[in-house]
């Protein structure tokens, strides 16, 4: 038999073989024999290539059989190519460029996208052994290729796009030689190689407009996707190679490149493109050519292209609109970081590049668009330049803030997951979300991302605009005080209640703009910071959520009691203004801490649960204004000392321990500022007295892991609810006594002022190189404890040996499993913050709270 009937023969049983393969219906053992014997015709017979070429060519064959015909020769090239004569390499070499000057297939027929895939990367294997030295007429045969037609031109640019993915992008080249000597060949031929692209993009549009214009929409699909690959490929290139090249010719195809963003056809591709240049590093005179994006007509085309709308009700156009979106913002973020770190360069000779305010207004437009994906896409591009000292206080800049700021507050009210039941038919921001999230739980993940970003808004407008930040919060925070007067009686108002959403909302602008407020010279009137206090005081109502909101209200609000202490007037009214309402605020933050409920608290668990939030709420403030505000609270120390103490003492009250733990932790804070160790001594003292008696009775409760399993209760079977348990007042014994000694550890210390710490009795001694020794007012009371401590860490240790897991109840067996939420926290992990509201979110098991807390707290006092 002839070679050429050989090579037949061969391909018929191997083309059976594949088919056999292929089919669903074979046999597991049969496809296996064939799938083998696939692979030893691979890598034995010598006559491989042309048995796939055979097959590659062969019009009776299918496309599986094909595609596995040009595996073949791909094979051949990658492994057989140093050990084939000359011959049969030119035999490869010709025959491959002669598939692809016949083609494929149609252009526009994606069905063949795995066929092209595969013969161009048997032309791109042999140019990366064979070019440029032994294949020198490589460029003008692809050129000629591209004459054939459509689909020889898309392979062209198909071979293109993998030889630049394998030398300069990947790097895939074993040898670094020859990637070396590639790469200087695509480099010394890159001006053609450019003017090749651009030529094909010109021609193929322009014939893609005029077989659209006649109906012809099959050609019409050819040259679109010729020219959607030429876009493909050129992005693979503008990446990396010179600056010069993707300007010549007057920025040429940059301006071909703004003008495709208007073609939904070739849109996404184009931003894609124009994405991979603006964001390209180097030095300023490589930078600087980027600025031609802001001409007149660039900067109107991608204007243009920001405010295109889909189709409405095609939902296929709605996705592309919003793809093509998400592309333009990532190109817009490289934009604005070129201008970021060109403004002020060269003797401060780039400033304001032409046409910025252009620039502004579509980004102002795109933070308004439905999507939250792009909203946020254009705030991260805000913050971006309100981040810059020079750009932020540029003149046309200053006008945009306003502007923004209102556009972006609306998006801080919390966004709810919609169902699809609710999903309006409109494009809205709900269509948008179910076009991008399939959980509530990954919306929630970028939810909380994304409104963070969008407060940054506000924080960096109140660095540059602090009048206008405030401003804007005072009129929202009227117009919301004045609804809740006709609201008082709204008792029922949820987590997710518009009223609540709102409330929370503007509690969180109002946070950031005035944590800012002491960073800047020009501050908002005092006198309009305590009109707002003093309106939030007057507000009654008996919703626990909403009396927790003015709880955060009045505590972003405090800040100008403290501007008010300072304040001199000529008749001190600022002064006194503050010092009066002072009482009023303490009184309101002690009411929301024993707020009560004529509710029947067991029919409804959730409001129990946001009345003992409320009552935490409020000693957390407490702490929190301790900690910020100590010199505005000392002089009416002894007054909340007293009121704590009447609160603590009084039996009707139901303050929890955590809530009187905390409440102490405040006056500690506050205590810090007596500047005398005897008194400040003697007040640790008082705040440890009534914990103190229970320390002796825990000295014999920890001497062994058997006599702690008795005292709490884990060898006991497990109570429900556990308020019901009679182990658990001995279980709260041990974590009160811990939480008051963690509260001292944490809060008492001696004054910062060396000279202060001196005239208190706080010096003891000082260093050889004359620095002052202080002592500690907690340390006469704690370290007395620190032998009950430590053997409660040794009995925690000893509760994993073996005999001791064996004296649990089976109820308590999982005690030992910490949970993900702890782990995390001991980590330092930040996880999304859950609604401690939401019905939804699932509790800790009550079992595990007192050993798995014990741990922790145990944890942080060894820390500290």
């Known amino acids: 038999m002839t070679q050429r009937g050989n090579v037949a023969a061969l391909g018929e049983e191997l083309a059976q073989a594949v088919e056999l393969i292929m089919r669903p219906d074979t046999a597991q053992q049969s496809r296996m024999e064939a799938y083998m014997a696939c692979e030893r015709f691979k890598e034995e017979s010598p006559l491989c290539a042309q048995v796939g070429l055979y097959l590659a060519s062969g019009q009776q064959f299918g496309q599986n059989v094909k595609h596995f015909g040009l595996q073949l020769m791909e094979y051949t090239i990658k492994f057989k190519w140093n050990s084939i004569s000359h011959e049969e390499k030119l035999f490869i070499k010709e025959n491959a460029m002669k598939l692809l000057h016949f083609g494929v297939g149609p252009a526009e027929d994606a069905s063949l996208a795995h066929l092209k895939d595969a013969l161009s990367r048997i032309i791109v294997e042999m140019i990366k052994r064979e070019w440029p030295q032994q294949w020198t007429t490589l460029l003008s045969e692809l050129s000629d290729a591209c004459n054939k037609g459509e689909p020889q031109t898309e392979l062209v640019l198909l071979v293109f796009l993998r030889l630049v993915e394998d030398v300069a992008l990947l790097q895939t080249i074993e040898s670094n030689q020859r990637r070396k000597d590639m790469y200087q060949a695509l480099t010394n031929n890159m001006s053609d190689i450019f003017e090749f692209f651009q030529r094909l993009i010109e021609l193929h549009v322009t014939s893609f407009r005029e077989a659209t214009a006649v109906g012809n929409f099959q050609k019409a699909s050819a040259h679109g996707r010729v020219v959607e690959v030429v876009l493909l490929t050129l992005t693979g290139f503008v990446e990396w190679v010179s600056m010069n090249h993707i300007t010549s010719n007057n920025c040429k195809l940059l301006q071909i490149l703004c003008i495709l963003l208007n073609d939904k056809s070739f849109q996404c591709n184009a931003a894609e493109c124009l994405s991979q240049i603006t964001n390209r590093k180097g030095q300023v005179k490589e930078r600087k050519p980027l600025l031609m994006l802001f001409g007149e007509e660039p900067i109107r085309y991608i204007f243009t292209a920001s405010q295109m709308l889909p189709d409405a009700g095609n939902s296929s156009a709605l996705e592309q609109n919003h793809n093509f979106l998400k592309k333009l913002l990532n190109m817009l973020s490289g934009l604005a970081q070129q201008i970021v770190l060109l403004w002020g360069k060269e003797d401060g000779n780039i400033q304001r590049p032409p046409n910025f305010e252009i620039f502004l207004e579509c980004l102002l437009l795109l933070a308004r668009h439905p999507s939250l994906t792009v909203a946020h896409g254009a705030t991260l591009i805000w913050n971006v330049l309100l981040k810059h000292d020079g750009i932020s206080k540029d003149a046309t800049v200053i006008p945009y803030i306003p502007k923004l700021i209102a556009v972006i507050a609306p998006r801080i009210i919390k966004t709810l997951y919609p169902s699809t039941r609710t999903l309006p038919i409109t494009i809205t921001t709900a269509a948008y979300i179910c076009l991008e999230y399939d959980s509530e739980e990954e919306f929630a993940v970028f939810y909380y991302r994304c409104r963070t970003d969008f407060l940054e808004i506000f924080r960096q407008s109140t660095l540059v605009q602090p009048i206008v930040t405030f401003t804007y919060c005072e009129q929202w925070l009227n117009a919301r005080l004045a609804k809740a007067h006709t609201e008082r009686n709204n008792v029922n108002c949820s987590v997710q209640d518009p009223v609540y959403m709102e409330w929370e909302a503007l509690v969180c602008v109002i946070d950031g703009v005035l944590s800012r407020v002491l960073l800047v010279s020009e501050r908002p009137s005092v006198q309009s910071g305590l009109r707002l206090l003093e309106e939030c005081l007057k507000v009654e109502t008996t919703n626990p959520l909403i009396l927790s909101i003015l709880l955060s209200c009045i505590s972003a609000l405090f800040v100008f009691l403290s501007m008010s202490s300072c304040q001199i007037t000529p008749n001190n009214c600022v002064a006194m203004s503050g010092v009066s309402l002072l009482p009023r605020v303490l009184e309101r933050i002690f009411q929301a801490l024993i707020f009560q409920d004529s509710t029947d608290l067991n029919v409804d668990p959730t409001r129990a649960q946001s009345i003992k939030n409320l009552h935490r709420h409020a ?17 009416v120390f002894d007054q909340i000392d007293s009121h704590v103490k009447v609160l603590l003492d009084d039996p009707r009250q139901t303050l929890g321990k955590m809530e009187r733990t905390t409440l102490q932790e405040a006056l500690l804070l506050i205590s810090n500022h007596f500047c005398d160790y005897e008194r400040q001594t003697v007040f640790v003292a008082n705040i440890m007295k009534d914990t103190l008696s229970h320390w002796p009775t825990f000295a014999e409760i920890f001497k062994s892991p058997y006599t702690f399993i008795q005292f709490v209760g884990l060898d006991k079977p497990a109570v429900t609810p556990i308020q019901s348990d009679p182990h658990s ?80 109840s089976k109820d308590f067996r999982n005690v030992y499993t910490m949970l993900e939420h702890e782990k995390k926290t001991l980590m330092g992990v930040c996880t999304p913050p859950a609604d401690p509201l939401d019905p939804s979110v699932k509790k800790w098991r009550p079992l595990w709270i007192a050993c798995s807390s014990s741990c922790l707290y145990y944890m942080k006092v060894v820390i500290i």
């Open 619 to 635: 000693a957390s403030l407490m702490v929190k204004l301790g900690h910020k505000y100590p010199l505005l609270l000392l002089p």
């Open 729 to 808: 007042l001995s279980r709260g014994h041990i974590l009160d006594a811990l939480n008051v000694v963690l509260a001292i550890i944490k809060r008492c210390t001696w004054p910062d002022d060396p000279d202060r710490a001196s005239r208190g009795g706080f010096v003891v001694g000082f260093t050889e190189h004359g620095n002052p020794i202080c002592r500690n007012p907690a340390t006469p009371h704690v370290i007395p404890l620190l032998p009950h401590i430590l053997a409660l860490m040794r009995v925690l240790n000893e509760l994993y040996r073996p005999q001791a897991m064996a004296l649990l």
